[in-house]
């Protein structure tokens, strides 16, 4: 019996109301032995004194040292084994540009290449071209046409493209066909599957045109598909919590994550002032929010201690505004650890902060990592969040008798 | 490799003692950011000693956030997985009467309701009607027979009655005949299985006599069965630990879940006296000692913190008596959290004591949420609680050369 399971039998509607604030890459690491972490680093008046009010703990994103990207680490703070829901490249791509995959979408990523005269690959990635040479392209392959099937084909950035099929009966298990290598000519696609037969035969019609369509373009005269994927088959955040969610993030990735459990996504602005009015404005018609803030994880990316720092006090400014709200339970927490004495996600478990009435109070003073070991909710699987959340809100029944 | 696997495989004799001391409900929580829960209130000189050669932790009764009844609460402490044995509603209702349910006993939990002149059902509760008019129909109702099968009636308290049918063959896949609504008639018992086809027309003989029997009976003219279940095949206590295990149990759930997995329920008198009286007495005869003190759940559910403080150290009171037994393993822990300030059953981690020579001593002073949650047994799901005992009580082999 899956948590699923459980909170699907178990679920009850209330008046509560419950605020997930995702700090992307929230996790750090201290720069020496004895040192502070980034976020210990910060001054958060606001998120300490909600410690003072909550419980505090670490979630591991999936399994212990095991680093997740930007979707396994989303899918387990709502709740989704990470395991279990493994989203493949291209649909991550394709939720990257905010492009509204649907059930019978293939995705894929796409590479502009250059083919030599004897048609191998001399370039896997058409020399680096940019955006203004690119996205023209992309135009004139969006063009193409597929009888039985939809084509579309969006640019993405530099030589990166994404290429959607939609039509009933397209199988998303179908290699790449990018060799790997160059002098060799790229690799036809080859089903995985009986049931992506026909993916590889649209695939096929479609580089086919694509080749013819190119040719004089070097060195972008040709493309290659990798991370060919469907989006697969996930339930509802309404059905397996009865909660109606909505998504507060400036981001297409990750609106296209919680697009892809079911929330509604809403228009979030540019900026955390846009996000907290956007909130105060959809309070009423949602029980459950989601808000995403990109900048913890992209300063620890650059390596930038003193920036994530920084953006990490710019999230604590804030907390009042979500906090005036009153929400019945306030969880801060991120989707993977990002040190930027790293530069990079990492496995390192999260620090999270649950605020609630219900909450078990833990003594906790601030909200930092070394607080975060000693508190009330341990160290915990990132897919237990939910359950803990709606637990709080009063949402969920008793099990058994 | 299920934790039974390895018991069953593992398991050696010698001639240790284990005591396994439930207060149910045990853990709670803290009225105030910064305050004492009720049992860190209670004044426990003697568990506080426990706690200091013993080592402490905080078990999770099912998953993060779920919220256990009695039945999944016990299961766990006891090492069975409460969501692989999941105990139905009749069976439940059955135990709580000191009903002995044998495997082929399908129990059935009985409400008394009202038809109006067109058999349509007027009030579900049959208008609430006293245990004085309730139990004489029991009686009535225990008089049918069917051809094949036996069939008990047994009145538990004002509407509510049990309903066991006896025999082979019988399965407990059947919906109930409640239609949670008035004005229409009561359902007509429906298999979801083959298997429990034959109960099903069991079903049907039995309500259709108990419909003339109770046909003058208004208010209670006659009755809905609900939570229709069979108990689940459970591997006894000992087989799966190779230990002798006596319940000393006051109410009879809790003697019934000790039935449930086949340990010896012996008479427990009425209070924590004579419940220490029993536990010398059956000193020499058991390896295993089951004891279940209810009032720090009944407290907790009745909202009221000081009472729940009292009978904590009512509670802390009868231990000098079952140290001076000198028991090899001491187990001090609850099978769920019901804090007072929520008046429920919750699903916050429980305080859990374990005391023996093996431990390794966690350097707590005294029995207490905030110094569980520092224990050397961390947090930890509560069908790991019964490996725990074994290994300290040197009842478990190495694993592997």
Redesign the interface.
């Known amino acids: 019996?899956s948590?699923h399971d459980?909170t699907r039998k178990?679920q009850r509607k209330n008046d509560s109301k419950i605020v997930l604030l995702v700090a992307d890459g929230l996790g750090g690491l201290p720069l020496q032995p004895g040192g502070l972490t980034e976020l210990e680093t910060a001054q958060t008046p606001n998120l300490d004194a909600l410690a003072?009010?909550g419980t505090l703990g670490l979630s591991v994103p999936v399994l212990p040292g095991i680093t997740p990207g930007s979707g396994p680490g989303h899918l387990g703070l709502f709740g989704y084994d990470p395991l279990e829901y493994q989203i493949g490249r291209g649909v991550l791509e394709g939720l990257g540009i905010d492009f509204d995959l649907g059930p019978n979408d293939v995705a894929i990523r796409g590479n502009f290449c250059s083919l030599d005269a004897a048609g191998n690959i001399s370039d896997r990635r058409a020399g680096r071209i940019g955006n203004d040479i690119a996205a023209p392209l992309c135009e004139k392959l969006d063009q193409i046409t597929i009888p039985g099937v939809e084509v579309f084909v969006r640019h993405v950035k530099e030589y990166r493209l994404v290429v959607v099929f939609r039509g009933e009966g397209l199988g998303g298990d179908v290699d790449d066909t990018d060799p790997q290598a160059t002098g060799v000519p790229p690799l036809d696609p080859v089903a995985r599957t009986a049931a992506s037969e026909k993916t590889v035969e649209v695939a096929r019609q479609f580089l086919a045109q694509a080749r013819e369509i190119l040719k004089n373009d070097h060195p972008a005269n040709f493309l290659m598909l990798r991370g060919i994927a469907k989006r697969p088959p996930i339930p509802t955040f309404e059905e397996v919590y009865g909660t109606r969610a909505a998504a507060i993030a400036v981001y297409p990735m990750y609106r296209g994550l919680a697009r892809l459990v079911g929330m509604d996504v809403l228009d979030a602005g540019q900026t955390l002032d846009d996000q907290m009015a956007r909130l105060k404005q959809a309070w009423s018609d949602y029980d459950f929010f989601f808000i995403h803030f990109k900048y913890t994880d992209s300063t620890g990316e650059d390596g930038n201690f003193e920036a994530k720092v920084k953006r990490t006090e710019e999230l604590d400014g804030c907390l009042p505004k979500i906090v005036a709200l009153n929400p019945t339970v306030l969880i801060v927490t991120g989707d993977h650890s990002t040190p930027s004495k790293l530069r990079s996600h990492s496995w390192h478990p999260v620090p999270t902060l649950l605020a609630a009435d219900?909450?078990?109070?833990?003594?906790s003073t601030s909200f930092g990592e070394a607080q975060c070991r000693?508190g009330?909710?341990?160290?915990?699987e990132a897919k237990?969040l939910?359950?803990?959340?709606?637990?709080?809100a009063g949402r969920?029944?008793?099990?058994?008798?």
Do not use: I, S
Request: glycine fraction near 12%.
């Open positions: 019996m948590v459980l178990l003072q009010r219900a909450c078990r109070f833990d003594g000693a009330g909710l341990g160290q915990f237990y939910m359950p803990l959340a709606l637990a709080h969920l029944e008793k099990f058994g008798a």
